[in-house]
C-alpha cells in the first residue's frame, strides 16, 4: 500500500489555523455559497456581454464557453497534480503549497477550505481574464465564462465530495469514489481530477487496478 506522506495526511481534528492572526485566518476561510455565487454571476455578466454586445455568432460563443469549460478541466488537473503536489525544494513554494492545498488534505471535512476565499479569487481571475484577453482579444469575453463555469462546477462537485454521501448516479459515485482514493490513498500519485476523471486518463493517473471498471 502507498504510504500517504506526513504533510499529507489527514488529522483526527476538524479543522487547523494557518493564522494566529485571527483577521488573517479569516481571509483563509470561505462559506462555500459566496465563491458559487460570485463566480457565476460574474460568468453570467461576462456571457451576456458577449452575446448583447460584441459581433460573435450565437456558435462561435457556443464552441469558445465549451473550450473555456475544456481548458478549465485541464487547468484543474495541472494545477493540482504539478503544483498542489509538485516536488519543490523552495521552503517558500512548499509554503504555498501548504497553505493552498496541503492544509485541505491535513483536514479533508474542514468545509470553511473547500473553495478559495473571494479575495485572492478575484485577484487570480482577473489575472487569467487578462492573460486570456492577451492572447484571444474581445473573443475573450466567450471563452472566460466557460472557463469560470468550470470552476463552479469544480468547486462545487469538490464541497459535495467531502460534505455528502456517495451519490447513486454512477457518473457522480464515480468521482466521490476517485476522489477519496486521492486523498487516503494516492495523495501524491494518482487521481488529480476532481470534476473529470478526462485528463487522469489522458495521463495514466488512475489507479492500475481500477482503469478496467472506468
Do not use: C
Not at 488529522?11 to 493564522?19: P, Q
Not at 517558500?92 to 492545498?101: A, D, E, P, T
Not at 485572492?120 to 486570456?132: K, R, V
Not at 472557463?147 to 468547486?155: A, D, K, N, Q, S
Amino acid at each position: 500500500m502507498t504510504k500517504i506522506p506526513q504533510h499529507l495526511q489527514p488529522k483526527m481534528a476538524k479543522t487547523g489555523e494557518l493564522f494566529q492572526n485571527s483577521i488573517l485566518e479569516k481571509l483563509t476561510r470561505t462559506s462555500i455559497y459566496i465563491p458559487l455565487v460570485m463566480h457565476t454571476l460574474i460568468a453570467s455578466v461576462f456571457l451576456y456581454y458577449a452575446v448583447v454586445y460584441t459581433p460573435i455568432s450565437y456558435v462561435i460563443i457556443l464552441a469558445l464557453f465549451f473550450l473555456g469549460w475544456l481548458t478549465w478541466t485541464f487547468a484543474e488537473y495541472s494545477i493540482h497534480r504539478w503544483f498542489y503536489h509538485g516536488s519543490f525544494d523552495s521552503r517558500w513554494l512548499k509554503k504555498i503549497q501548504y497553505m493552498g492545498h496541503g492544509i485541505h488534505h491535513s483536514y479533508p471535512k474542514d468545509a470553511e477550505r473547500l473553495a478559495m476565499p473571494p479575495l485572492p479569487a478575484l485577484i487570480l481571475i482577473a489575472l487569467f481574464f487578462g492573460t486570456f484577453y492577451m492572447i484571444s482579444g474581445i473573443y475573450a469575453v466567450a471563452f472566460f465564462p466557460g472557463f469560470l463555469i468550470g470552476y463552479v462546477l469544480y468547486i462545487g462537485i469538490h464541497y459535495a465530495q467531502h460534505i455528502y454521501k456517495v451519490p447513486k448516479l454512477a457518473l457522480f459515485k464515480k468521482l466521490w469514489k476517485y476522489h477519496a482514493l486521492h486523498h487516503y490513498k494516492y495523495p501524491d500519485t494518482k487521481v488529480f481530477g476532481v470534476s473529470t476523471l478526462l485528463w487522469d486518463r489522458v495521463f495514466g493517473t488512475l489507479p492500475d487496478q481500477q482503469k478496467k471498471s472506468i
